[in-house]
Each structure stands twice: as structure tokens, then as C-alpha cells.
């Protein structure tokens, strides 16, 4: 998001400002905010509820989840900064990753 320009001081705010920027914009498939809001709603529960559940099974199922958001994520800072280090416009880098993660 730094990247990007954008500056935010809360958790929610990057839920927010990635579903805004990134997701309905097309730069990253919808699966990954889905996945971020699933990874942001456990987040939550284990910071501020008393008792929190996760087993083997829930663990198995999040894991390579997250992986694969992780990743995504740093492919695109990685194609970003290259693009970005070619002296490329950032219309012309919205349109190559505006597929990217689908």
C-alpha cells in the first residue's frame, strides 16, 4: 500500500483500503479478499476474545491459504518494483498485473 500512495494506521483500515484498491479494482482476484477477511476475522478473535478454537483441521485449511495470499502479495511488490525501477508509468503497470492472482 505504501507503494501504492496510500497510508493507513489501523488494521481495519487495510481491510479496507485493500478491498477498495486492490480487489474491486481488479488487481488481485476476489478470493484473496475473501481470504484476508477470513485471516483478519481470526486475527481478531485471538487478540481480543477470552476463548478462541483452532484445531488441527482449521489450521490445515488457513495455512496454505495465507501462503498463497503471502505470496501473491510479493509477487506484486516484486512486479511493482521492477516496473517501477524500468521507468515504467503506473497506467501502464495497472495494466500488467490487472489480471494478476486470477
Known amino acids: ?3 501504492q500512495g496510500l497510508e493507513v494506521s489501523t488494521h481495519k483500515g ?4 485493500f478491498g477498495l484498491n486492490f480487489i474491486s479494482t481488479g488487481k488481485f482476484a476476489p478470493k484473496y479478499g475473501r481470504i484476508y477477511q477470513q485471516l483478519f476475522e481470526n486475527r481478531q478473535s485471538g487478540d481480543y476474545e477470552d ?4 484445531d488441527k483441521e482449521l489450521f490445515d485449511t488457513l495455512r496454505p491459504q ?5 505470496n501473491t502479495i510479493s ?3 516484486e512486479v511493482k ?11 501502464v503497470f495497472d495494466l500488467h498485473i490487472a489480471n494478476f492472482g486470477k
Open 66 to 70: 495465507a501462503e498463497e495470499f503471502v
Open 81 to 91: 518494483e521492477k516496473d517501477d525501477s524500468e521507468g515504467q508509468t503506473c497506467g
Open 14 to 17: 487495510i481491510k479496507t483500503v
Open 51 to 54: 476463548f478462541v478454537y483452532c
Open 75 to 77: 509477487s506484486f511488490v
Open 1 to 3: 500500500m505504501v507503494s
